[in-house]
Every structure is written in structure tokens, then in C-alpha cells.
């Protein structure tokens, strides 16, 4: 890989993987070589978050850059602007080829956001029906996750999920091989966005089978629903825990079923790798494995994310390109908004200055020479009922919102995040300059009274247009086939031989 020639990217991200549950990070349990190979001879950073723990405002800051309060981007039902530059109308406006195949959970009319092509569909819909509404906490949505997915966890033939994902797959490694026989010779970025192992914990039988025979590791930290934070109980109201509570036999099924999902993550990360490597594309190409969020898998009794506990907000970056980066390990912590600036360094260009950005490139530390050590995050989605926001720093995490208790944490000391010393009078003036700090970045009044209005309109908004014709914003990919295989606007001769790759004489 030439140091000087623009890198080509693929960026494999996969759905509500918690960093601890990948051998790269330290499990015992999952069985997953292939990002094993890629951690082996990659940069890999452990202690790497996302921004909000939740699908689509996680996504939307690390497309952004910027934390989903300076873009509206509150929930899974919040519109990304169309405004906003994303990394890919940033790479693109650079000359590069942007090319999505999975999910994004964009919402809105806007299902592009700078990339050139998007493969697939999305496999969540992108109107406003799952707007939260905090004025109602009560009332549970019929549409969020319900505690189904771990007390009826196992195998299975197949899923939605499987559906979707074995498409995103083939298509991405379709558009490898349509590229390597293109006349386009511009980089490319290309994002492959699996939704698995995300709940249902359900998994067909092969992947099921791999977990044989082994030991499932279970909680580690088990607390009495009395005893947790108030955040936790409304988390446990919102998932439905009231209504169903799992079994140990029910605990241990869910989570062999996750680890059967990161597995088949696994060979899917394997199938990319190996088409990158049959298109040519290899020796230029920066690999990159990518989280959404984390899942609390039964970890303080919660389930699935919306908190910044370590399983819910903690992430996996990968970073594989062996003729620009030595393999290492990076301490400092990170997060999704350093993705874009980090891509843009790496591909020789700059974000307009007009936008500002709340990441920085992890160019140093990919290069080992350097780089910073924190973490801010927000979280305004189901669950709570007031910004939650947190800062991590050096060895400590702290946690607050207007309606609850503050959370400190020494995450060197105290890794499970079982001693809250937000109460310690030994840390009162830690917990003075934090929350002093936390009224000089946020006006939380200001940004509780917005995600009030934002979900006000929505709510509206998706009443009116569900009345008489519906028409829907999700992504339609297009497939003319009158351009595929063979047809008569070409000559035979021709066509076969530029379908075919490598060609003679090359």
C-alpha cells in the first residue's frame, strides 16, 4: 500500500456488539478468527465508544461528526438534515466512490446523506413512527423491544435479520467485483452495515451449534431492581422487564444465541475479506470493524442498550492496513465522531471549516505517536425522560442528568462500574468540576425543551401522513436489468470479456 496514493476504504460495521464479547478484547468465549486476523495485524483501540447509545443517533454522529444535540439527531425516529455534511459527501467531493449496503437508519426523504449508491434497503423504516414521547413515559411504545428476544432465544432456520444481512453481503461483494471491472478508477469508501447480533437472540442452528459443548459465560454484575439508578428501573420499563423475567436457563440461551450471531458476523467479515482480496483491492484498502452501540446481555439485569455502562456504550475499532499502520493497542479513550476527521485526514482532504466538528482524526494514534483521551456522550432517546450525558476522561466516567443522581466511576479501579463515588466526599470536588463542566458545554434546559418539540412534531407530522395515500421514505434500490448479463445493445465477445475478471493478458 502506497503511503501517498489515496486509500481505498471498507468499513465493516456491525449492530449492537459490545466490545467484551470479541476475543480481541479479552472473551474467552466467541469464536471469531477472521476479526481475530484483522485485530492480530491491525491497530486496535480499547477503549473506543460510541456517542449515544442507540442505533440511529449513534449512526448519525459517526456520519457527522458532531453529537446528535448539534444536529437534532435525538432517537431512532429523528431526522438527520440534509445539510449536514456526512463523511461521505466529504470523501466524495474529494473523488471518491461512496457506496452503502445495509442499514443506517436514515429517516426521512433524504436516504443518501453523500453516498453515491446505496445497495439495499434499510432494514428498519424511515418514517417518524418510532418517535419517543417523554410527555407519556408510561405508556410503553408497541414498537421497541420487548424482552421476546431473550426468553425465546435459540436456534432457528431463518430470520428477518438473516434475510437482510446474507443481502447486504452479496451486494457489497457484488459491487467489489462490479468495481475491479469498471472503467472508474477513483477510491472508493464503502460501508457494510450488518444488523446482527442484534436482538432477537436468535440464530440459525449451525451458528447455534458452534457454541456446543461451551461454557457461556453469564453476569458478572447481578443487582436487585430496587438497587439500581433511576435511569436502569426506567430502562427496565421501557424494555418490558416488568411484564417477563428471564430464567437462567432463558439468560444463558440469549446469550449463547449472541455469541452464534457474532460468529456468523464473523464469516461474513471473512466473505468481504476474501472478495477484496479476489478484486484486487486489498493492498490498497483500510479495513475498519465498527459498532453501532454495545447490548448489556443481562449485565446489572438490563438488557440491550440506552445507557453508558460499559457493555451498552463500549465498542470495537479495528483498524487493518499493515503497510501504513504496525500493529498495536491504544489506551486513550475514543469514540464514532473521530471517524470522519480521521477518515478525511487519511484520504488527503479537509472538512469545511464552515461546519465544525466535535471529533478529532486518530491519525497519531493509528501512527503511534500520540493523540488525546476522551470520550462525550448523549443519550436522548427511550428510556429517559431528560438529557443523559456523560464524559469520560483518563480512568473516570461521569454521568449525569438534570432528573437523576450523578454517576462517577474509576473504570481502572472498579472495571464493572460497581461503586458509584459520586457520593464519596473524598471526590466532591471531582464531582464539582465535572458538573462544571457539563453546564459550560450543555444548556440541558435548553436541549430537554427541544427534544420536547422535536418529538411534538414528528408525532404530528407522522399522524398526517399516515392519513389517505401513504407515500414512504424508505430507500428503493434500483436494478435495471436491461443493463445485467447479456443483452443485445452489446456484443457478445465484448461483453463476456469484460465481464470477466481478471482479463486476458492482465
Same mark, same amino acid.
Given at each position: 500500500?502506497?503511503?501517498?496514493? $489515496?486509500?481505498?476504504?471498507?468499513?465493516?460495521?456491525?449492530?449492537?456488539?459490545?466490545?467484551?464479547?470479541?476475543?480481541?478484547?479479552?472473551?474467552?468465549?466467541?469464536?471469531?478468527?477472521?476479526?481475530?486476523?484483522?485485530?492480530?495485524?491491525?491497530?486496535?483501540?480499547?477503549?473506543?465508544?460510541?456517542?449515544? $447509545?442507540?442505533?440511529?443517533?449513534?449512526?448519525?454522529?459517526? &456520519?457527522?461528526?458532531?453529537? #446528535?444535540?448539534?444536529?437534532?439527531?435525538?432517537?431512532?425516529?429523528?431526522? *438527520?438534515?440534509?445539510?449536514?455534511?456526512?463523511?461521505?459527501?466529504?470523501?466524495?467531493?474529494?473523488?471518491?466512490?461512496?457506496?452503502?449496503?445495509?442499514?443506517?437508519?436514515?429517516?426521512?426523504?433524504?436516504?443518501?446523506?453523500?453516498?453515491?449508491?446505496? *445497495?439495499?434497503?434499510?432494514?428498519?423504516?424511515?418514517?417518524?413512527?418510532?418517535? !419517543?414521547?417523554?410527555?407519556?413515559?408510561?405508556?410503553?411504545?408497541?414498537?421497541?423491544?420487548?424482552?421476546?428476544?431473550?426468553?425465546?432465544?435459540?436456534?432457528?432456520?431463518?430470520?428477518?435479520?438473516?434475510?437482510?444481512?446474507?443481502? /447486504?453481503?452479496?451486494?457489497?461483494?457484488?459491487?467489489?467485483?462490479?468495481?475491479?471491472?469498471?472503467?472508474?478508477?477513483?477510491?472508493?469508501? &464503502?460501508?457494510?452495515?450488518?444488523? @446482527?447480533?442484534?436482538?432477537?437472540?436468535?440464530?440459525?442452528? $449451525?451458528?447455534?451449534?458452534?457454541?456446543?459443548?461451551?461454557?457461556?459465560?453469564?453476569?458478572?454484575?447481578?443487582?436487585?431492581?430496587?438497587?439500581?439508578?433511576?435511569?436502569?428501573?426506567?430502562?427496565?420499563?421501557?424494555? %418490558? *422487564?416488568?411484564?417477563?423475567? $428471564?430464567?437462567?436457563?432463558?439468560?444463558?440461551? =440469549?446469550?449463547?444465541?449472541?455469541?452464534?450471531?457474532?460468529?456468523?458476523?464473523?464469516?461474513?467479515?471473512?466473505?468481504?475479506?476474501? =472478495?477484496?482480496?479476489?478484486?484486487?483491492?486489498?493492498?490498497?484498502?483500510?479495513?475498519? #470493524?465498527? =459498532?453501532? @452501540?454495545?447490548? &448489556?446481555?443481562?449485565?446489572?439485569?438490563?438488557?440491550?442498550?440506552?445507557?453508558?455502562?460499559?457493555?451498552?456504550?463500549?465498542? !470495537?475499532?479495528?483498524?487493518?492496513?499493515?503497510?501504513?499502520?504496525?500493529?498495536?493497542?491504544?489506551?486513550?479513550?475514543?469514540?464514532?465522531?473521530?471517524?470522519?476527521?480521521?477518515?478525511?485526514?487519511?484520504? %488527503?482532504?479537509?472538512?469545511?471549516?464552515?461546519?465544525?466538528?466535535?471529533?478529532?482524526?486518530?491519525?497519531?494514534?493509528?501512527?503511534? /505517536?500520540?493523540?488525546?483521551?476522551?470520550?462525550?456522550?448523549?443519550?436522548?432517546?427511550?428510556?429517559?425522560?431528560?438529557?443523559? /450525558?456523560?464524559?469520560?476522561? %483518563?480512568?473516570?466516567?461521569?454521568?449525569?442528568? !438534570?432528573?437523576?443522581?450523578?454517576?462517577?466511576?474509576?473504570? /481502572?479501579?472498579?472495571?464493572?462500574?460497581?461503586?458509584?463515588?459520586?457520593?464519596?466526599?473524598? @471526590?466532591?470536588?471531582?464531582?464539582?468540576?465535572?458538573?462544571?463542566? #457539563?453546564?459550560?458545554?450543555?444548556?440541558?434546559?435548553?436541549?430537554?425543551?427541544?427534544?420536547?418539540?422535536?418529538?411534538?412534531?414528528? @408525532?404530528? #407530522?407522522?399522524?398526517?401522513?399516515?392519513?389517505?395515500?401513504?407515500?414512504?421514505?424508505?430507500?428503493?434500490?434500483?436494478?435495471?436489468?436491461?443493463?445485467?448479463?447479456?443483452?443485445?445493445?452489446?456484443?457478445?465477445?465484448?461483453?463476456?470479456?469484460?465481464?470477466?475478471?481478471?482479463?486476458? %493478458?492482465?
Amino acid at each position: 500500500m502506497s503511503p501517498t496514493k $489515496p486509500p481505498n476504504f471498507l468499513i465493516l460495521m456491525a449492530d449492537q456488539l459490545t466490545a467484551g464479547a470479541l476475543r480481541a478484547y479479552g472473551n474467552r468465549v466467541s469464536r471469531t478468527p477472521h476479526i481475530d486476523a484483522l485485530a492480530n495485524g491491525g491497530v486496535v483501540f480499547d477503549s473506543f465508544y460510541c456517542n449515544s $447509545p442507540l442505533c440511529a443517533p449513534s449512526r448519525f454522529s459517526m &456520519m457527522a461528526g458532531r453529537q #446528535v444535540s448539534k444536529i437534532g439527531a435525538y432517537d431512532n425516529a429523528a431526522e *438527520l438534515p440534509a445539510a449536514v455534511p456526512t463523511f461521505a459527501h466529504y470523501l466524495r467531493a474529494a473523488g471518491y466512490q461512496t457506496a452503502l449496503s445495509g442499514k443506517m437508519h436514515f429517516c426521512g426523504p433524504d436516504q443518501l446523506h453523500g453516498f453515491e449508491e446505496r *445497495l439495499t434497503t434499510d432494514i428498519y423504516p424511515a418514517d417518524f413512527g418510532w418517535t !419517543p414521547d417523554w410527555e407519556h413515559f408510561d405508556v410503553r411504545p408497541g414498537w421497541y423491544h420487548t424482552m421476546d428476544s431473550v426468553t425465546q432465544a435459540g436456534p432457528c432456520t431463518r430470520t428477518n435479520q438473516i434475510d437482510f444481512d446474507d443481502e /447486504v453481503v452479496y451486494s457489497a461483494r457484488q459491487k467489489l467485483f462490479d468495481m475491479a471491472r469498471g472503467r472508474d478508477r477513483r477510491p472508493f469508501c &464503502m460501508v457494510v452495515s450488518m444488523t @446482527h447480533p442484534h436482538d432477537p437472540y436468535t440464530i440459525p442452528q $449451525p451458528y447455534w451449534d458452534r457454541y456446543e459443548g461451551v461454557e457461556i459465560d453469564m453476569p458478572r454484575v447481578r443487582i436487585a431492581p430496587e438497587d439500581l439508578d433511576p435511569h436502569s428501573r426506567r430502562v427496565r420499563h421501557v424494555i %418490558g *422487564l416488568e411484564q417477563q423475567q $428471564p430464567t437462567e436457563a432463558q439468560i444463558r440461551a =440469549a446469550r449463547r444465541a449472541y455469541y452464534g450471531a457474532i460468529s456468523y458476523v464473523d464469516d461474513q467479515i471473512g466473505a468481504m475479506q476474501r =472478495a477484496l482480496a479476489e478484486a484486487r483491492f486489498a493492498e490498497d484498502t483500510i479495513v475498519m #470493524v465498527i =459498532a453501532d @452501540h454495545g447490548d &448489556m446481555l443481562g449485565e446489572r439485569g438490563l438488557w440491550f442498550k440506552m445507557s453508558f455502562f460499559e457493555p451498552a456504550c463500549r465498542i !470495537p475499532l479495528i483498524v487493518n492496513a499493515p503497510g501504513r499502520f504496525s500493529p498495536r493497542r491504544v489506551g486513550a479513550a475514543a469514540s464514532l465522531v473521530d471517524l470522519l476527521p480521521t477518515l478525511c485526514e487519511l484520504a %488527503g482532504t479537509a472538512p469545511a471549516p464552515a461546519t465544525p466538528l466535535c471529533g478529532r482524526s486518530l491519525v497519531p494514534e493509528l501512527r503511534g /505517536v500520540g493523540g488525546s483521551d476522551e470520550v462525550i456522550g448523549e443519550f436522548m432517546g427511550e428510556g429517559a425522560i431528560a438529557p443523559l /450525558v456523560m464524559i469520560r476522561r %483518563g480512568r473516570q466516567k461521569f454521568v449525569h442528568s !438534570p432528573v437523576d443522581p450523578d454517576q462517577l466511576y474509576d473504570l /481502572v479501579a472498579d472495571p464493572l462500574e460497581q461503586r458509584n463515588l459520586a457520593t464519596d466526599a473524598a @471526590h466532591a470536588d471531582t464531582v464539582r468540576a465535572f458538573r462544571a463542566e #457539563v453546564a459550560r458545554r450543555w444548556d440541558l434546559a435548553a436541549v430537554h425543551a427541544d427534544v420536547i418539540a422535536s418529538q411534538r412534531r414528528r @408525532h404530528l #407530522v407522522y399522524a398526517a401522513l399516515r392519513k389517505g395515500r401513504f407515500q414512504p421514505w424508505d430507500h428503493q434500490p434500483v436494478r435495471d436489468a436491461t443493463r445485467m448479463y447479456i443483452r443485445n445493445d452489446q456484443e457478445l465477445n465484448d461483453l463476456e470479456a469484460m465481464a470477466r475478471f481478471p482479463r486476458i %493478458g492482465h
